[in-house]
Nanobody, 116 residues
Framework: QVQLVESGGGLVQTGGSLRLSCVVS????????MAWYRQPLGKQRELVAD???????HYADSVKGRFTISRDNAENTLYLQMNSLKPEDTAVYYC??????????WGQGTQVTVSS
């Protein structure tokens, strides 16, 4: 089975940076599409960024120019580099993976808190 484990969340001040990591167990990482979602407290989960198996990327307008999604196929790891963080970026961030355009696997989530 495919398992995803996120890390790298924490507390930062406005304007700071964090890098989230998602390590994927299993043998099919190279053919998976990967994505980062986030869910602020009391709000709906939303797509932050995604990357195809061929490294084509897409970003939500709210993070474009500030966040970078990448993958290291040799290490079975997905990353989200987050710069110029704002309080509205505060949320639980989830790593997702899937084949065929849908997320079939999810990580446990990691909390990102950006203080004013």
């Amino acid at each position: 089975q495919v398992q995803l484990v996120e890390s790298g969340g924490g507390l930062v001040q406005t304007g700071g940076s964090l890098r989230l990591s998602c390590v994927v167990s299993g043998s099919i990482f190279n053919i998976l599409a990967m994505a980062w979602y986030r869910q602020p407290l009391g709000k709906q989960r939303e797509l932050v960024a995604d990357i195809t198996s061929t490294s084509i990327t897409h970003y939500a307008d709210s993070v474009k120019g500030r966040f970078t999604i990448s993958r290291d196929n040799a290490e079975n790891t997905l990353y989200l580099q987050m710069n110029s963080l704002k309080p509205e970026d505060t949320a639980v961030y989830y790593c997702g993976a899937g084949v065929g355009g849908f997320m079939d696997y999810w990580g446990q989530g990691t909390q990102v808190t950006v203080s004013s």
